[in-house]
């Protein structure tokens, strides 16, 4: 009797090989390969689930635009042209008719706070006084406390 335990038979791969061999061998076949097919894979199934989301949410109840209802209404809606909108406000025929000549001049007053500088002779008068010395008459009088 021998002293050693029966060992299971060692795992085989292709031809005999171990699968470490092989991955080390052809690593795209074993991980690119599988990695590439889960990207395309979830590219369709995402595709798939997004259409049946667009799908959903046009069975919904759509807000119509301001063309859609004058057009359920019957109303054709008047193309805009600027040269003949202004031709039509300008001329006497139109009832929201602009009052281009009904107008008066009257002047805005000034708020009370608002500064305003003095002129070049006012300006001149105050450059000179603050760069002259002062005098013996300008000085200030002593503050005299009771």
Known sequence: MSDSLPRPPRASFIGGKSMAAAV???????????????LVGGSFALSHLTQTKVEYN?????????????????????SFDL????????SG???DKLALDDWDMVPIAKMPDTFIPPSPG??????????????????PKPIVRW
């Open 58 to 78: 046009s069975t919904k109840v759509i807000k119509m635009s301001q063309e859609d209802k004058l057009e359920l209404e019957g109303k054709k809606r008047r």
């Open 93 to 95: 025929t139109s009832p």
């Open 83 to 90: 040269r003949e909108e202004y031709f039509r406000l300008h």
């Open 24 to 38: 080390k061998r052809r690593p795209f076949l074993f991980f690119g390969l599988p990695m590439v097919g889960i």
């Open 122 to 139: 006012e300006m001149e008068a105050i450059l000179v006084a603050a760069s002259t010395a002062p005098s013996a008459e300008d000085k």
